[in-house]
């Protein structure tokens, strides 16, 4: 069976009747994430992003249901009172897009409908598109900041935080042109949101952060082997499935499709990201941490070549800075 957009929308719909139906708690429910954008899958696989609202703070806050093998729901859990002060969460980087974008599945006191009103009030505004984007760069800032009085910190540590502050920068950037990305679309798209800031040199730049700029497929496809090794570990060892190991279909077929048929560097990104985090929750796997230390130490990622890639970091947090300005200012 195909699964169009359409089909997947529907899939959704039937769902969130269900949850209406059996907890009666839930006041309005929207659908958010690719499917709003056109087809959610990569590689075969893809999620689909809901958020059920509810009237006091819920018991759990996010789980995954599985639609087929590769495709699942991915749904959040919110409590009612995060959605008070919509002028306020049109400039957080994150509620804001999504909000402004989200498809109400179930809204029967206009919950969702008021929260978009002032969601989208005055949006593109430019004072607007700046906060946004200034927070996460503040983020990101912040991070160089802090790594120019205290020495790095461990290695696993370190390259989780790197991480985050490099997804905040280019995350900046990506808001003057869309929503933010996500893991698996990230290193795949940032490349075409630069170019429509007319800021190509940014991805360029981009690889160069992650030492991916001259990495060979073979090498790609070898550590693609290591990450499966180590989810299969996760998934067999833990004492209880984690949100990581329920999505190793949505990751595993995506990063095997940008591998092979984009640009093998584009899966850098969702590779190195998900292998840390997979190396983080086996903290007492040494075989299964050596061959991940290898890794990133190919990429630079240690020693005196990472104090070379802080000193990157912060030339290219100020390309972002000047960058964000400059179209915030230009804007009508």
Request: aromatic share 8%; hydrophobic share 40%; with cysteine.
């Amino acid at each position: 069976m195909q699964f169009t957009p359409e089909i997947l929308r529907r899939h959704a719909q039937v769902l969130v009747e269900k949850e209406v139906k059996n907890n009666r708690d839930i006041l309005a429910a929207y659908l958010r994430g690719s499917l709003l954008y056109g087809s959610p899958l990569l590689g075969g696989a893809g999620d689909i992003d809901l958020v059920l609202i509810h009237n006091s703070p819920p018991e759990i806050e996010r789980e995954i249901r599985k639609l087929t093998p590769e495709i699942f729901f991915d749904i959040e859990h919110h409590d009612q009172m995060l959605y008070r002060a919509p002028r306020k969460l049109r400039l957080d980087p994150w509620f804001g897009p999504t909000l402004r974008d989200a498809i109400p599945l179930h809204d029967p006191r206009h919950l969702l409908d008021y929260t978009q009103s002032g969601v989208r009030s005055n949006f593109a505004f430019p004072d607007n598109m700046l906060a946004r984007s200034q927070q996460l760069l503040r983020q990101a800032r912040q991070f160089w900041m802090d790594r120019q009085i205290n020495p790095p910190r461990e290695i696993l540590t370190e390259l989780r935080e790197f991480l985050s502050a490099l997804e905040k920068a280019l995350n900046a950037v990506s808001l003057l042109s869309g929503p933010p990305l996500t893991i698996r679309r990230l290193g795949k798209d940032f490349a075409l949101r630069a170019e429509e800031v007319n800021a190509p040199g940014l991805a360029v730049a981009f690889n160069h952060l992650l030492g991916a700029a001259n990495l060979p497929q073979e090498k790609l496809e070898e550590w693609l082997g290591y990450w499966t090794q180590a989810m299969r570990t996760l998934r067999e060892e833990s004492k209880q499935e984690t949100i990581l190991s329920e999505q190793e279909a949505y990751f595993l077929s995506a990063m095997d499709e940008l591998i092979h048929n984009e640009t093998p560097t584009a899966g850098v990104w969702p590779l190195l990201n998900t292998w840390t985090e997979i190396i983080s929750l086996l903290p007492d796997k040494v075989q299964l941490q050596t061959v991940w230390i290898k890794a990133i130490t190919a990429l630079g990622f240690a020693g005196s070549d990472y104090q070379v890639r802080l000193a990157a970091f912060d030339s290219f947090l100020e390309l972002c800075e000047s960058l964000i300005l400059l179209e915030t200012e230009g804007t009508p």
